[in-house]
């Protein structure tokens, strides 16, 4: 299956926050996929902290991103490296961490075009931490990423300003005009002076400069359908909290979303993550291990009813 675009099917997975599970549950959706007879592809994109490779117990990667982004390395390709799981592919993020944790706007769009360009049936993209630019960008790849969040209120609100962020990023790079972009950036400021703190204020406001590119943007608003999972959910209540996340974007920010489900808290998941081992590998008969795969299921059957649709 294709997007659009001509590409293949690429999945962005952020949060905003750090400990959240994005590594895991990348990992993990990845061998799901595999497990279906998917070739995978899966891409350490935090250039910050990159920690994917230990997942699948390889301590230390003989060939990272680093090498493409600065090292000389011409073809993305020559830094894929095989896993234990068949069909399952990594590219390994940074180590260097001092040098690529904010990389330059020109390396950055270099590694977008050749993420696009690689053969798969998915490509995983498993972002860092924070609302920076690239991270939102990283994000923004696909028409329709996933977030994670935790059941706690520091994860729920770093959630909620992540989504704004890529929602006013989106459309900052589709701005027709100088004024419009200014707009946006100024929107981006969540103290602005212009008290534009939701995505309606900020239709509003353009609506006044240009009742096109309003409506154009309100068109936008609509394409823009984020998927959210939740993670380490200890009870039927965490559970549900998916949906009211859905329901205050949907009302708050105009956004809607669809919410792929969650996950249940397993410490068999910290071991895994200690020893290095997959966790769908040494556990695939867990709870946790059930959800991931109905998070799977969901995310293909959504996945071929709109590339039917189209």
Same mark, same amino acid.
């Given at each position: 299956?294709r ?27 990845g061998?799901?996929?595999?497990e ?5 592809i899966?891409?350490?994109g ?37 896993t234990e799981v068949?069909g399952?592919?990594?590219?390994s993020?940074?180590?260097d ?10 390396q950055?769009?270099?590694?977008i075009?050749?993420?696009r ?5 998915y ?7 924070g ?11 696909s028409?329709r990423g996933?977030f /994670?969040?935790?059941?706690e209120? &520091?994860?729920i +609100?770093?959630a909620?300003r *992540?989504?704004?962020?890529?929602f006013? =990023?989106?459309?900052r ?6 004024e ?8 981006m400021?969540?103290?602005?002076p212009?008290g534009?703190?939701t995505?309606?204020?900020?239709l ?17 608003i ?6 959210? /999972?939740?993670n380490?959910?200890? &009870?039927r209540? +965490?559970?549900d909290?998916? *949906?009211?996340v859905?329901?205050?974007? =949907?009302?708050?920010f ?5 919410y792929?489900?969650?996950?249940t808290?397993d ?6 993550v ?8 040494n556990?695939?008969?867990s ?11 969901t995310?293909?059957e959504t996945?071929e009813?709109?590339w039917i649709?189209?």
């Open positions: 299956m997007e659009r675009n001509g590409g293949h099917p690429i999945w962005a997975i952020g949060g905003g926050k750090g400990g959240i599970g994005k590594s895991f549950v990348t990992a993990n959706l061998i799901a996929l595999s279906r007879g998917r070739q995978v899966l891409i350490d935090d250039f910050g902290g990159a920690n994917l490779h230990n997942l699948f117990g390889i301590s230390y990667p003989t060939v990272t991103l680093d090498a493409f982004i600065r090292k000389g390395v011409t073809d993305i390709r020559d830094v894929l490296m095989d068949p399952l592919k990594l590219i993020g940074s180590l961490i001092l040098s690529m944790s904010n990389p330059k706007y020109a950055q769009q270099r590694v075009r050749h993420i360009s690689l053969d798969a049936d490509i995983l993209l498993d972002l860092g931490a609302t920076s630019y690239h991270v939102l960008d990283f994000f923004l790849i028409e996933i /994670i969040i935790t059941p209120p &520091t994860s +609100e770093n909620y *992540f989504l704004r962020g890529a006013f =990023r989106r459309l790079m589709l701005a027709p005009q100088d419009i972009k200014s707009i946006i950036t100024t929107a400021d969540r103290g602005n212009e534009i703190r995505p309606f204020d900020l509003d406001r353009i609506q006044e400069v240009d009742e096109g590119t309003g409506t154009f943007f309100k068109e936008e609509r394409k823009f359908r984020p998927r959210l /999972i939740v380490q959910v200890r &009870t209540n +965490e559970g909290l998916g *949906f009211s859905q329901s205050a974007c =949907r009302k708050y105009g956004i809607d979303l669809d792929l489900g969650y996950i808290y410490y068999d998941v910290y071991l895994s200690r020893k290095s081992r997959p966790f769908l590998l556990h695939p008969e709870e946790a291990a059930r959800c991931l795969r109905e998070i799977t299921s995310l293909l996945g009813r709109r649709s189209h």
